[in-house]
């Protein structure tokens, strides 16, 4: 090998050896860092002052419109049940069959006597206006007849009774005697109720010390009077979707509880709610301006007291200490911690840790965002 060849394979054996040497200190080309990933969505509502009606929720129970029970009114022994417990019957129906033969052989009697106390009186008639007869037989003759005709309409009215009819409309229960058994004998035995359930009660009670609140911040213009529907709310928390109407208040409160009783009417034609159910009822105190509502979702409790999560002007996440005051609906009405043109977060809490950049978005109720959906547990 010649001297040109030997240095040009030194040179190049040198510039691999620097290239390797390169790599390993870095000096050479590197791969891009990954991209930092985008903040993550969180649902926001922007706070607006405006006039909101206050609510206030309290228990109580559904109670039957009207309540009927079904009774024999004669003696005698059950032989046909006519109904299906527990279905819809109409005022008048024969619900039960009693053994009329006893009443019906009276009624036959009594119809022939008061019969042939009409054809006494007729035959009478002329004897009398001749002179044949005394107008004291007549007179015995005419008070025969009545009283004929009085047994005849009572064994007409127990031979009717041994058809027991629905006093009202409305939902019939299960019966309590079945066929072949003695009912009437000694008094008026119970055979079935009725309830009528459309429209449906809802009973409920008030504190006095807050009836006696509320009228005074309505006298002093704390409160605006309002002619809000009251609401009915489920177990499961919705609301029932026809609204109802506040039918009284008692006037005095209840010594031993120290509470106003209260009652409010619902339509039920689907038969949707049934007597004895709890539910909570939901109705108007009054209406105030220049409120500031967050639903009940964003506030939380830690140590400190209550709070909500806001989006500052950097987009980021801080917390913010608040004051509820009463409901309007399922919102809390805020009294102290935020301004109009905040944004509260709603949903996507779990992401959403104090100082963090997030992005936000208006939360729509009835979509489903994706702040929503990985959101799956309101806060608390």
């Not at 040009?8 to 891009?32: D, F, I, N, R, Y």
């Not at 035995?189 to 006095?208: R, W």
């Not at 909570?280 to 409120?291: A, L, N, P, T, Y």
């Amino acid at each position: 090998m010649n001297t040109k060849n030997h240095f040009l394979m030194l040179a190049a054996v040198a510039m691999l050896a620097l290239t390797a040497c390169g790599s390993k200190e870095g000096g050479g080309p590197q791969t891009p860092a990954a991209a930092a990933p985008p903040p993550p969505e969180v649902d926001v509502v922007t706070m607006v002052a405006s006039s909101v009606v206050l609510t206030q929720d309290l228990p109580g129970r559904l109670e039957a419109y009207r309540t009927s029970q079904v009774r024999a009114r004669v003696e005698g022994i059950v032989e046909k049940r006519l109904f299906a417990e527990g279905s819809d019957v109409k005022a008048g129906a024969t619900l039960f069959h009693l053994d009329a033969r006893n009443y019906q052989a009276a009624f036959d009697s009594a119809k022939a006597d008061a019969a042939l106390a009409r054809m006494t009186i007729e035959r009478y008639r002329p004897l009398l206006a001749a002179k044949v007869i005394s107008q004291q037989d007549y007179d015995l003759a005419a008070a025969k007849l009545k009283q004929a005709e009085s047994a005849l309409a009572r064994t007409q009215l127990d031979l009717e009774n041994t058809h027991v009819p629905a006093p009202i409309s409305g939902r019939i229960g299960h019966a309590q005697v079945t066929e072949g058994a003695l009912v009437g004998r000694g008094d008026a035995t119970l055979l079935a109720t009725i309830e009528q359930i459309d429209p449906i009660y809802a009973n409920f009670t008030q504190s006095g010390d807050d009836w006696v609140r509320l009228q005074q911040a309505i006298k002093s213009g704390k409160l605006k009077p309002t002619s809000a529907p009251v609401e009915l709310v489920l177990d499961d928390g919705s609301i029932y979707p026809q609204s109802g109407k506040l039918l009284f208040s008692n006037l005095a409160v209840d010594p031993g509880t120290g509470s106003v009783s209260l009652r409010a009417e619902f339509p039920n034609a689907k038969h949707e709610l049934l007597p004895g159910m709890f539910a909570r009822i939901r109705f108007s105190e009054g209406s105030v301006d220049d409120s500031i509502k967050v639903p009940q979702r964003a506030v939380q409790i830690n140590t400190q007291g209550q709070f909500v999560m806001v989006v500052d002007a950097d987009g980021k996440v801080a917390p913010r200490p608040v004051k509820i005051g009463d409901m309007a609906g399922s919102d809390f009405v805020i009294e102290e911690g935020l301004k109009p043109g905040e944004q509260v977060i709603v949903n996507g809490l779990q992401k959403a840790r104090p100082g963090s950049p997030v992005k936000a978005v208006q939360w729509n109720p009835a979509g489903n965002s994706p702040a929503s959906s990985a959101s799956a547990t309101p806060a608390k």
